[in-house]
């Protein structure tokens, strides 16, 4: 997968992208992307969506 702090660039390929944690979409050069980092159990966790309405879903 590519590194969750780097910016996604035309040479991300759809086996290491990222997938949207609500539809598992890969994000490719998406421009709508959205990341969510939390901590929780001294662990860190991260979150990918394609756009906001998945975003807010997931929160829901």
Same mark, same amino acid.
């Given at each position: 997968?590519?590194? $969750? @702090? ?7 390929t759809?086996?290491?992208?990222p ?6 979409? $890969?994000i490719?050069?998406? $421009?709508t992307?959205?990341?969510? @980092? *939390? ?6 966790? @991260? ?10 879903a *997931?929160s829901?």
């Amino acid at each position: 997968m590519v590194d $969750p @702090t780097s910016d996604l660039g035309e040479d991300v390929t759809e086996d290491d992208a990222p997938r949207c944690e609500v539809c598992d979409e $890969p994000i490719v050069s998406e $421009p709508t992307h959205r990341v969510i @980092t *939390w901590v929780e159990d001294d662990r860190v966790h @991260t979150a990918h969506f394609c756009d906001d309405d998945c975003r807010e879903a *997931w929160s829901s």
